[in-house]
């Protein structure tokens, strides 16, 4: 599909509000490839390759051996084989929603190499890294998305639970198969 | 489970002896657990971020017990084979780790000689 296609599809899509029968799942595809679930993922949380462009995965893997202030270098055959299976499932290439909005809110001339700082990311979460939180999690860093996305290790990042003061709250599971209405991402309900 | 612990063993012991013997062949020699636990514990300074950085950071003092990456936090199982069998079988695995780990706290790679003493402490533990 040509470009501008694209992107007129996805326009009409936010107009309507109900564009999900081009996207074959909801979120984020789950990682699929064991080298990179295990070197990369035994530090930080394994980001699926559906939330950065291909150009960003290339950057990253192109400077392991100062990742985030730290050494990760690979052998040069695993840091081949996570570059391929990271651009083949790349956020571009990825038939996810979640995959698609990514890429609608990174500007052409960017590429990012941190996830928790894309503003999809990074915006809605900033006020847990405020100082004066004083709810729950109290984090460091936004890179362990497994404290509050009990199941964003299968690429799902509903539901949520989170705290704020002495209110909890909770983002509910939605379906994730195909063909469904999108929803709100932030139906934030109070939780029990 | 009794199985895997004994494979675990002879798969240490093998990995172990294999790397305690290419490290002498580049002349390191007379491995000491008693040097690698006070290595352990120093503080070696990052001088591009100013940290203070030691292995114990992370892995905490105690090798039995499961340490936390510095950054982000993430889970880090026990060194000790006495509370994670799996340690010491995989001698890529150890490589791998001594190359990445030297660098960010010692901010040089270990020599043969440290990663010896380092094999011969955590053996022990």
Same mark, same amino acid.
């Given at each position: 599909?040509?470009?501008?296609?694209?992107?007129?599809?996805?326009?009409?899509?936010?107009?309507?509000?109900?564009?999900?029968?081009?996207?074959?799942?909801?979120?984020?595809?789950?990682?699929?490839?064991?080298?990179?679930?295990?070197? $990369?993922?035994?530090?930080?949380?394994?980001?699926?390759?559906?939330?950065?462009?291909?150009?960003?995965?290339?950057?990253?893997?192109?400077?392991?051996?100062?990742?985030?202030?730290?050494?990760?270098?690979?052998?040069?055959?695993?840091?081949?084989?996570?570059?391929?299976?990271?651009?083949?499932?790349?956020? %571009?290439?990825?038939?996810?929603?979640?995959?698609?909005?990514?890429?609608?809110?990174?500007?052409?001339?960017?590429?990012?190499?941190?996830?928790?700082?894309?503003?999809?990311?990074?915006?809605?979460?900033?006020?847990?890294?405020?100082?004066?939180?004083?709810?729950?999690?109290?984090?460091?860093?936004?890179?362990? $998305?497994?404290?509050?996305? %009990?199941?964003?290790?299968?690429?799902?990042?509903?539901?949520?639970?989170? %705290?704020?003061?002495?209110?909890?709250?909770?983002?509910?599971?939605?379906?994730?198969?195909?063909?469904?209405?999108?929803?709100?991402?932030?139906?934030?309900?109070?939780?029990? | 489970?009794?199985?895997?612990?004994?494979?675990?063993?002879?798969?240490?012991?093998?990995?172990?002896?294999?790397?305690?013997?290419?490290?002498?062949?580049?002349?390191?020699?007379?491995?000491?657990?008693?040097?690698?636990?006070?290595?352990?514990?120093?503080?070696?300074?990052?001088?591009?971020?100013?940290?203070?950085?030691?292995?114990?950071?992370?892995?905490?003092?105690?090798?039995?017990?499961?340490?936390?990456?510095?950054?982000?936090?993430?889970?880090?199982?026990?060194?000790?084979?006495?509370?994670?069998?799996?340690?010491?079988?995989?001698?890529?695995?150890?490589?791998?780790?001594?190359?990445?780990?030297?660098?960010?706290?010692?901010?040089?790679?270990?020599?043969?000689?440290?990663?010896?003493?380092?094999?011969?402490?955590?053996?022990?533990?």
């Amino acid at each position: 599909m040509k470009t501008a296609t694209k992107l007129a599809l996805v326009a009409l899509a936010a107009t309507l509000g109900a564009e999900a029968a081009q996207y074959a799942r909801r979120d984020v595809y789950r990682v699929t490839n064991a080298t990179y679930e295990k070197e $990369c993922g035994s530090c930080h949380f394994a980001y699926q390759p559906g939330w950065l462009p291909e150009r960003s995965w290339r950057a990253i893997m192109s400077s392991l051996a100062s990742h985030f202030g730290e050494n990760a270098e690979l052998k040069v055959s695993q840091r081949q084989e996570v570059l391929n299976y990271l651009v083949a499932n790349s956020a %571009e290439k990825a038939n996810s929603l979640r995959s698609r909005e990514i890429m609608e809110v990174i500007k052409p001339e960017e590429t990012p190499t941190s996830i928790t700082k894309v503003l999809y990311v990074g915006g809605i979460h900033g006020g847990f890294l405020d100082p004066a939180f004083k709810g729950k999690p109290q984090v460091k860093t936004l890179a362990n $998305c497994a404290t509050c996305h %009990e199941k964003s290790e299968r690429g799902w990042f509903a539901p949520v639970t989170y %705290e704020i003061s002495d209110e909890t709250f909770r983002v509910e599971d939605v379906d994730n198969s195909a063909n469904m209405p999108v929803p709100s991402w932030l139906r934030i309900g109070k939780g029990k | 489970m009794a199985v895997a612990a004994i494979c675990a063993s002879i798969a240490r012991a093998d990995t172990v002896a294999d790397l305690l013997k290419q490290y002498e062949s580049l002349g390191a020699s007379r491995f000491a657990a008693a040097t690698a636990e006070s290595m352990w514990t120093k503080t070696f300074l990052d001088a591009k971020t100013g940290e203070q950085r030691k292995c114990a950071l992370c892995h905490t003092e105690d090798l039995k017990r499961t340490g936390k990456h510095a950054v982000t936090g993430k889970p880090i199982e026990p060194l000790a084979p006495s509370a994670n069998p799996k340690r010491l079988t995989d001698p890529e695995h150890v490589e791998k780790w001594f190359a990445r780990n030297c660098k960010w706290t010692l901010g040089r790679e270990c020599t043969p000689q440290e990663k010896g003493d380092f094999l011969v402490m955590i053996r022990g533990k």
